[in-house]
């Protein structure tokens, strides 16, 4: 599925380093990467304000899903937190969609629990 068609609480496997359009949502007990805590829109003209303003915005705003999905704030979790921004390229076209996720650093590629409200 596309990245923008994903909503809170769904699983993903599928992702990697380079970016790609599509993940596959699985059920959050099956082996996943990450876990959608929040998805936010950016404000902003059409043109692109660059790598460093996207990932103030975003990083700001996902650590706070983190803390209300998983329960406990960032600093103090076992868990990591992501976030998918959008590509100078799609920003033109109107894209500025960012999901924001957990995942945990011990099991990167085959988590098998969910994160909501583990508290850890």
């Excluded at 769904?10 to 992702?15: A, E, L, T």
């Excluded at 970016?19 to 902003?44: I, M, P, W």
């Excluded at 103030?56 to 979790?77: H, L, P, T």
Aim: aromatic residues 10%; glycine residues 8%.
């Amino acid at each position: 599925m596309y990245w923008d068609q994903l909503k809170t609480g769904d699983c993903v496997r599928g992702m990697s380093e380079k970016y790609t359009y599509t993940v596959t949502r699985v059920d959050c007990r099956s082996r996943h990467q990450a876990e959608v805590t929040g998805t936010l829109k950016l404000r902003g003209g059409s043109r692109y304000p660059g790598d460093k303003a996207v990932e103030k915005a975003s990083d700001a705003r996902c650590k706070k899903y983190f803390a209300r999905y998983v329960g406990i704030d960032w600093d103090s979790s076992a868990y990591n937190y992501d976030y998918v921004t959008p590509e100078p390229s799609g920003w033109r076209n109107g894209d500025r969609e960012v999901i924001c996720m957990a995942e945990d650093p011990d099991h990167p590629q085959n988590s098998r629990i969910s994160l909501r409200k583990v508290k850890e």
